[in-house]
RNA sequence: GUGGCCGUAGCUCAGUAGGUUAGAGCGUCUGGUUGUGGCCCAGAAGGUCGGGGGUUCAAGUCCCCUCGGCCACCCCA
């Protein structure tokens, strides 16, 4: 009885190298930079009670309406697969009640049930940061900054930031108000699905992409217009701060993000090289009321996150980054079998050099074909002579330099000579 | 969930109006005399033509179903 062979589910991708070390590379230049920021690494289950993510979204949004990936356990609890990074930190905050300021970074998988596209995928993957217990417009603007220098450093530079205000409990009712009502008398221009569904979210119709719907928000009365005074000086201050900080920004009174714990900042980066309907690369805002929508103390937090499958596709589509296999340093040729291969191979190693070698016994011919291969930069050959010799052939594989002899006790440190001398080249 | 395009070697693809043992390039492996890479040359391995059913003397090629992939809508990272 034989099967069909089993493939990665619908919308899943296995990162293979070379593509894992451009992961690596991001991830690795994230973890630094959290760091250089004050953030501490947090890891928290991808399972959550499904209750986590459709009390915070509100069940408006799609992603608790359609998108989430919910199984009862053999316990019968009711369990979802984490559609994005921020209700884990939240509850983490709430369960544990850390000292605050609380600042955390993650790297996460994130699952929706969504019909796959280019830059959106079932399990994707985000890096972001959260910090709670702080209200402060000078921590939003450098939040936004570590997220622009993040994305910046993966090699993306054809972006744009985008940023708008949400208002806060007592202002963001009102404006609701004056926009429903606005909208109530353009029905008429508004894309089909609107004229239809806009006054289940009439936010969510300033988000719309189609043509008819921007005309009409075009002229839109604004949130920032009818911004609290709290809120208005705090949205003052965090473009004060962006620009003291150097960072361009453009004032975006459409840019309403998709779940309903936002207030105040909101900001979304967006790469001009990706089509308009998945351009953002990264997203994130201020939720003050969500700890307590989570039954937490009342907590300040803001943060965000990068997807980076789609900060990779944006790369690619900028052609933005260049990537070279760092090769190996040494590659070891066997003509026999003997074990002062394997002691060379565990002693270079811990002298901090790369070493590969056969496994197999293959001719010397096509081990070092092999080492061509994996671009190492010396070839150390041992067969029978130098065995018997207690010596090596070190064979400079990147300059034309002539292969020598060195004795056994000499044959780290030469090594180590030739590699420091091609680096400096 | 709705719609469009597409599924031939590990990869990128060719396969004439249906007709013998399904091809190329790249990659992989081996060899080009004793133990020496890259270039070059020679050879080899590797394919249920996504799967199932049907039409036909004959199907990778036509029809139906199914699975999968890509893309678009919706929405988001």
Same mark, same amino acid.
């Not at 000086?233 to 620009?243: G, I, K, R, W």
């Not at 499958?309 to 944006?314: D, H, I, N, Q, S």
């Not at 780290?412 to 590699?419: C, H, V």
């Given at each position: ?20 070390? +451009?992961?690596?590379? &991001? ?14 690494? @947090? ?30 356990? +053999? ?5 979802? #697969? +984490? ?11 709430? =369960? ?9 970074? *993650? #790297?996460?998988?994130?699952?929706? *049930?969504?019909?796959?596209? $280019?830059?959106? *995928? ?8 959260? $910090? ?21 450093? $993966?090699? @993306? ?12 409990? !007592? ?11 606005? @909208? ?49 000086? /705090?949205?003052?201050?965090? =473009? ?70 789609? #900060? ?7 052609? /933005? ?25 565990? =002693? ?8 590969? +070698?056969? *496994? ?6 096509? =081990? ?18 130098? &065995? ?9 594989? !990147? ?19 030739? @590699? ?6």
């Amino acid at each position: 009885m034989t099967f069909e062979p089993l493939r990665s589910p619908a919308g899943t991708h296995d990162v293979l190298w070379p593509q894992s070390a +451009r992961w690596e590379r &991001i991830i690795g230049d994230f973890a630094d930079r959290a760091r250089l920021y004050g953030y501490k690494l @947090l890891i928290t289950p991808v399972i959550e009670d499904a209750r986590l993510f459709s009390r915070g979204f509100g069940d408006a949004s799609d992603v608790v309406g359609k998108e989430m990936y919910v199984f009862e356990d +053999r316990g019968g609890r009711t369990l979802a #697969l +984490r559609p994005e990074g921020t209700a884990s930190v939240v509850r983490a905050y709430i =369960q544990h009640r850390p000292a605050t300021p609380w600042k955390v970074w *993650y #790297l996460t998988p994130a699952f929706r *049930y969504e019909r796959p596209q $280019a830059g959106r *995928y079932r399990q994707h993957h985000q890096i972001g940061v959260e $910090a709670l217990g702080v209200d402060s417009p000078e921590q939003d603007a450098e939040i936004i900054d570590l997220a622009m220098g993040t994305i910046r450093a $993966a090699g @993306l530079s054809d972006i744009e930031l985008l940023v708008n205000s949400m208002g806060c409990e !007592v202002c963001r009712p009102v404006y609701e108000g004056v926009l429903r009502a606005f @909208l109530a008398e353009n029905v008429h221009a508004m894309c089909d699905y609107h004229r239809e569904h806009w006054s289940e979210v009439p936010l969510r119709v300033l988000d719309c992409k189609t043509g008819e719907c921007r005309a009409v928000t075009d002229s839109a009365p604004r949130i920032s217009e009818h911004l609290c005074d709290a809120c208005m000086t /705090a949205f003052d201050t965090v =473009q004060t701060e962006l620009q003291v900080l150097g960072i361009t920004y453009t004032l975006e009174h459409r840019l309403v993000r998709g779940f309903d714990y936002y207030t105040r900042t909101t900001f979304e980066i967006i790469s001009h090289s990706l089509n308009a309907s998945q351009n953002a690369v990264g997203g994130g805002g201020r939720y003050n009321g969500l700890s307590e929508i989570l039954s937490g103390p009342p907590t300040p937090g803001i943060g965000f996150g990068i997807g980076l499958e789609r #900060l990779l596709v944006a790369c690619d589509s900028e052609g /933005a980054v260049e990537w070279h296999d760092p090769g190996v340093d040494v590659y070891i040729a066997e003509l026999g079998r003997d074990t002062e291969v394997s002691l060379l191979a565990h =002693q270079l190693r811990n002298a901090g050099y790369s070493v590969e +070698r056969s *496994y197999e016994n293959k001719s010397l011919k096509a =081990q070092l074909r092999y080492a061509g291969r994996l671009g190492a930069r010396i070839a150390l050959i041992i067969g029978d002579r130098e &065995i018997a010799e207690r010596e090596v052939i070190l064979k400079p594989l !990147v300059s034309k330099d002539e292969q020598f002899t060195v004795g056994w006790d000499r044959v780290i440190q030469e090594t180590g000579r030739w @590699l420091e001398k091609w680096k400096k080249q």
